[in-house]
């Protein structure tokens, strides 16, 4: 597989975290809903990711990445890697429930957004950094 340039989006408060660990931690694929009705339910319903983007520059999507305590725009880490698989393409999408796609799609952007997302299962080893940016505020 092909070494790919991708980036992750973080906050001030959680690069700290991440250079103490020396890597990207997965969290939660979103795969499941929050709503018991919906199927599959819960957390960890599929496998941890680290969330990452095809683009250095979020334009006009929030990409779930506004409306945080923490501002998760104000770190970019480009990342380099053979691991990433497109959000559109990985299998545990196809098995989300239409309608917590749907929200979820919704409150990243929309399918245009969702067409830059990127997933990597497990954590992203700090080798595996490029470059570490942090925007001016």
């Known amino acids: 597989m092909a070494r790919q340039t991708l980036y992750h989006f973080t906050s001030q408060y959680h690069l700290s975290k991440i250079l103490a660990s020396g890597k990207l931690n997965p969290t939660e694929s979103n795969i499941g809903s929050a709503n018991p009705m919906l199927k599959p339910y819960g957390t960890n319903v599929g496998p941890k990711v680290v969330w990452l983007l095809d683009t250095p520059d979020l334009g006009d999507h929030s990409h779930g990445l506004r409306g945080s305590f923490f501002d998760k725009t ?3 880490i480009t ?3 053979t691991r990433a698989i497109r959000w559109k393409n990985w ?3 196809k098995r989300m429930n239409p309608e ?3 929200d ?3 409150a990243g952007g929309g399918m245009s957004a969702a067409g830059r997302w990127w997933v990597v299962v497990g954590s ?3 080798a595996e950094f490029a470059r570490i ?3 001016a505020n």
Do not use: G, Y
């Open 74 to 76: 104000a770190v970019r």
């Open 79 to 81: 990342v380099t890697t």
């Open 91 to 93: 299998k545990w999408t």
């Open 100 to 102: 917590w796609k749907r």
């Open 104 to 106: 979820l799609l919704r």
């Open 124 to 126: 992203i080893p700090q």
């Open 133 to 135: 940016e942090q925007r």
